[in-house]
């Protein structure tokens, strides 16, 4: 039973297929012209209608089927100024040629997109400097570069277990790829010996999906050895050099601790002499009534020198964890430089004056109240006679933040330049019997609240100190 022609040219134009029927000549004798070969050319022979480079090829199969039936060949038609790609089925019968085409101009065009994308893959793979490769859903290789062929050989359409690698590689390698495909993205390291030399390989499998569906995995192995070599390097130059660092600390605790000693010892041996020849002389009795006095009174006076070098080396070494507040700076520095002119007995030959204001400004009282009777001291005690002192408190804008600042300025001798470059060091001086340690403590305080402390001086102009507090924001 055969179907009804209209239900057998229904079913072929679903296939995008027709029947042709040629003569002798090759002209179109019977057909049916379905709508994507409208407008072709019947009245004239069909390999007139066929592209110039694929004529030769109707032309040899047109031959053949008269030998051999049927012949089937691929070539392109102009049909109504478009060029259409059909598979022509020819089988000989009688004195004609039965011709059956189908529609494949859309197959052609993603084969060739297909093809294009191999190729531009391979190519992009040819150029990558690290192993490339691409598996198939059952684990075998599509794909490989030249370095993974150098690497683990030519491997097209090997599994991993057919590789001939270390055991041990390829029981990690084989599981990681059954990790990529079912899904899981894998990223591990790896390492084998290569030539004889162990080689660590950063090794990522990355599952190729299809929808839901994992066709096959894509490779990618690294040789990260060099990495891990310079990194190894890295942390041993870098424990040297921790090892270095700690070795020059206690090298400069030691040569400092050397210079305090020192240093503490000569500032003890001058009063503790003075204190023993007033002993000696106190023992003989050779003195008068009036001069004893004044022999105790050199006694108390190196006594409290002492006193005071022992007070200022623990305010210096010792560790102080501050309790900081809110509060005004202005009573702190008016208690500060009160105390300072009666202990120095300044208060009538050293003029003072005070102005300006700051809001609250978190701090340690006690400390800062330290560090500021210090920086007034050493104001007065350069001024020896008379002089003036001017406190001033602002606030600025300094380095994106704000601060409360204290300006001191005295008109004293100043500093020379080589005192200037050194002066916040332990032990350094311009008087005959200061110790050097009033402007390291002031400086360690104010760094602790966070602040910073700097000098103005110029010789026979005075002093200017600026003492920077940060606000809050």
Same mark, same amino acid.
């Given at each position: 039973?055969?179907?009804?022609?209209?239900?057998?040219?229904?079913?072929?134009?679903?296939?995008?297929?027709?029947? =042709? +029927?040629?003569?002798?000549?090759? &002209?179109?004798?019977?057909?049916?012209?379905?709508?994507? =070969?409208?407008?072709?050319?019947?009245?004239?022979?069909?390999?007139?209608?066929?592209?110039?480079?694929?004529?030769?090829?109707?032309?040899?199969?047109?031959?053949?089927?008269?030998?051999?039936?049927?012949? @089937?060949? /691929?070539?392109?038609?102009?049909?109504?100024?478009?060029?259409?790609?059909?598979?022509? @089925?020819?089988?000989?019968?009688?004195?004609?040629?039965?011709?059956?085409?189908?529609?494949?101009?859309?197959?052609?065009?993603?084969?060739?997109?297909? %093809? /294009?994308?191999?190729?531009? $893959?391979?190519?992009?793979?040819?150029?990558?400097?690290?192993?490339?490769?691409?598996?198939?859903?059952?684990?075998?290789?599509?794909?490989?570069?030249?370095?993974?062929?150098?690497?683990?050989? !030519?491997?097209?359409?090997?599994?991993?277990?057919?590789?001939?690698?270390?055991?041990?590689?390829?029981?990690?390698?084989?599981?990681?790829?059954?990790?990529? %495909?079912?899904?899981? +993205?894998? &990223?591990?390291?790896?390492?084998?010996?290569?030539?004889?030399?162990?080689?660590?390989?950063?090794?990522?499998?990355?599952?190729?999906?299809?929808?839901?569906?994992?066709?096959?995995?894509?490779?990618?192995?690294?040789?990260? !050895?060099?990495?891990?070599?310079?990194?190894?390097?890295?942390?041993?130059?870098?424990?040297?050099?921790?090892?270095?660092?700690?070795?020059?600390?206690?090298?400069?605790?030691?040569?400092?601790?050397?210079?305090?000693?020192?240093?503490?010892?000569?500032?003890?041996?001058?009063?503790?002499?003075?204190?023993?020849?007033?002993?000696?002389?106190?023992?003989?009795?050779?003195?008068?009534?009036? /001069?004893? %006095?004044?022999?105790?009174?050199?006694?108390?006076?190196?006594?409290?020198? +002492?006193?005071?070098?022992?007070?200022?080396?623990?305010?210096?070494?010792?560790?102080?964890?501050?309790? $900081? @507040?809110? &509060?005004?700076?202005?009573?702190?520095? /008016?208690?500060?430089?009160?105390?300072?002119?009666? !202990?120095?007995?300044?208060?009538?030959?050293?003029?003072?004056?005070?102005?300006?204001?700051?809001?609250?400004?978190?701090?340690?009282?006690?400390? +800062?109240?330290?560090?500021?009777?210090?920086?007034?001291?050493?104001?007065?005690?350069?001024?020896?006679?008379?002089?003036?002192?001017?406190?001033?408190?602002?606030?600025?804008?300094?380095?994106?933040?704000?601060?409360?600042?204290?300006?001191?300025?005295?008109?004293?001798?100043?500093?020379? @330049?080589?005192?200037?470059?050194?002066?916040?060091?332990?032990?350094?001086?311009?008087?005959?019997?200061?110790?050097?340690?009033?402007?390291?403590?002031? %400086?360690?305080?104010?760094?602790?609240?966070?602040?910073?402390?700097?000098?103005?001086?110029?010789?026979?102009?005075?002093? !200017?100190?600026?003492?920077?507090?940060?606000?809050?924001?």
């Amino acid at each position: 039973m055969f179907l009804p022609a209209a239900d057998l040219t229904a079913l072929l134009d679903g296939l995008s297929a027709t029947v =042709l +029927l040629l003569d002798a000549s090759g &002209r179109v004798t019977i057909c049916e012209l379905p709508g994507w =070969l409208e407008g072709l050319d019947v009245s004239r022979p069909l390999v007139d209608s066929v592209l110039p480079q694929d004529k030769q090829a109707l032309l040899d199969a047109m031959a053949a089927v008269q030998h051999t039936s049927p012949v @089937s060949v /691929e070539a392109r038609l102009r049909a109504g100024g478009r060029e259409v790609w059909v598979r022509a @089925s020819l089988a000989r019968r009688q004195d004609s040629i039965a011709l059956a085409l189908q529609d494949v101009t859309a197959a052609r065009h993603d084969a060739r997109q297909w %093809r /294009e994308l191999e190729a531009w $893959l391979v190519t992009l793979a040819e150029t990558l400097p690290f192993d490339f490769f691409i598996l198939d859903r059952e684990g075998r290789y599509l794909l490989q570069n030249p370095p993974s062929v150098k690497r683990v050989g !030519t491997a097209l359409g090997k599994r991993f277990s057919e590789l001939g690698l270390p055991s041990e590689v390829q029981q990690l390698w084989g599981a990681g790829v059954e990790r990529a %495909r079912s899904g899981e +993205l894998v &990223r591990e390291e790896l390492t084998w010996l290569v030539d004889g030399t162990p080689r660590t390989f950063s090794h990522s499998l990355s599952p190729v999906r299809d929808g839901d569906e994992v066709v096959g995995v894509l490779g990618v192995d690294i040789d990260i !050895t060099p990495l891990k070599e310079s990194e190894a390097a890295l942390r041993r130059s870098l424990g040297e050099l921790e090892a270095t660092q700690e070795a020059l600390v206690r090298k400069k605790q030691l040569v400092a601790l050397g210079e305090m000693a020192a240093i503490v010892a000569h500032e003890v041996r001058n009063p503790l002499g003075s204190i023993s020849n007033v002993v000696t002389l106190l023992q003989r009795g050779m003195v008068s009534r009036e /001069e004893e %006095r004044e022999l105790w009174q050199v006694i108390a006076d190196e006594t409290k020198r +002492l006193d005071l070098l022992v007070a200022n080396l623990l305010d210096f070494v010792r560790p102080v964890t501050l309790t $900081l @507040s809110p &509060r005004p700076l202005e009573p702190l520095l /008016e208690r500060a430089l009160q105390q300072t002119l009666w !202990t120095e007995d300044a208060s009538r030959r050293v003029k003072t004056s005070f102005e300006g204001s700051a809001p609250p400004v978190p701090l340690d009282a006690g400390q +800062l109240e330290l560090a500021f009777t210090n920086l007034f001291r050493n104001a007065v005690q350069a001024m020896k006679g008379d002089g003036s002192l001017h406190v001033r408190i602002s606030t600025e804008e300094h380095r994106s933040q704000r601060w409360a600042r204290v300006t001191i300025r005295d008109t004293g001798p100043g500093l020379p @330049s080589e005192v200037q470059e050194r002066m916040f060091e332990p032990f350094v001086t311009t008087r005959a019997r200061g110790h050097g340690l009033g402007l390291a403590i002031v %400086r360690k305080v104010v760094e602790q609240h966070h602040g910073e402390v700097t000098f103005e001086s110029e010789a026979g102009r005075g002093t !200017t100190c600026v003492v920077r507090l940060p606000m809050p924001s």
